[in-house]
Nanobody, 120 residues
């Protein structure tokens, strides 16, 4: 069983920055995907950023402001968030996909999430 916890959420003013962290239970190369999703009040969950086969992907509204990265020595995935806006207010989730020999058996595992609130 996999259980992930995101850390680093909190209150920040418009234009401020936060860095979210997610410690995983093994080497980052044991995951086919690592990344972040968010869910804002009254909204569907949406992709923030992920890493797949060494390539990064970003949601339309965060590209250019957010950066996803991994620290292999610490088994940690980060999300650096700059120039935060009130519309970034959401619960942010760390999501990982353990690698399997047959990719059709791969499943996403969601952490509990951390709340980011950006004031106007």
């Amino acid at each position: 069983m996999f259980s992930w916890q995101a850390f680093g959420g909190g209150l920040v003013q418009f234009g401020g920055s936060l860095r979210l962290s997610c410690v995983v239970s093994g080497s980052l190369d044991t995951f086919s995907r690592v990344g972040w999703y968010r869910q804002a009040p009254g909204k569907q969950r949406e992709l923030v950023a992920n890493i797949i086969s060494g390539s990064t992907n970003y949601g339309d509204f965060v590209k250019g402001r957010f950066t996803i990265s991994g620290d292999n020595a610490k088994n940690t995935v980060y999300l650096q968030m700059n120039s935060l806006k009130p519309e970034d207010t959401a619960v942010y989730y760390c999501v990982v996909t353990p690698r399997r020999l047959n990719p059709k058996y791969e499943r996403d595992y969601w952490g509990q999430g951390t709340l980011v609130t950006v004031s106007s």
